[in-house]
């Protein structure tokens, strides 16, 4: 949608962060974290090729999102410790658990 207000926070920071949803304790099951930077992408041509079929042109926005950072956190099979399971750029993947 043109003129979006998260293309437009967007266009002035590029950092995101994409979180899910929680469930209620005690079905919880885990939270997970998207993060990076977002780069508009101005090209008419690469824009219309990703459309679906059929899809009016219409004037949007499209973000290439670069991911810096992704991190699941949960619980151990006995439910009586976190446990986190990241990635970051440079860093690789890391598991620690936590009371």
């Known amino acids: 949608m043109s003129g979006a207000v998260k293309a437009l926070d967007l266009r002035r920071d590029s ?3 994409l979180h899910s949803g929680s469930d209620d304790p005690p079905a919880w099951s885990g939270d997970a ?3 990076g930077r977002a780069e508009e992408v101005d090209d008419d041509e690469q824009k219309a090729s990703i459309r ?3 899809e009016p042109a219409g004037d949007s926005h499209l973000f290439r999102l670069d991911v810096t950072e992704l991190v699941v956190v949960g619980l151990n099979e006995a439910r009586d410790r976190m446990v ?3 990635w970051h750029e440079g860093r690789g993947v890391e598991r620690r658990e936590r009371t």
Do not use: W, Y
Request: glycine residues 8%; neutral net charge.
């Open 33 to 35: 974290k998207v993060a």
């Open 15 to 17: 950092r995101f962060a």
């Open 84 to 86: 986190i399971e990241s």
């Open 52 to 54: 679906n079929e059929g």
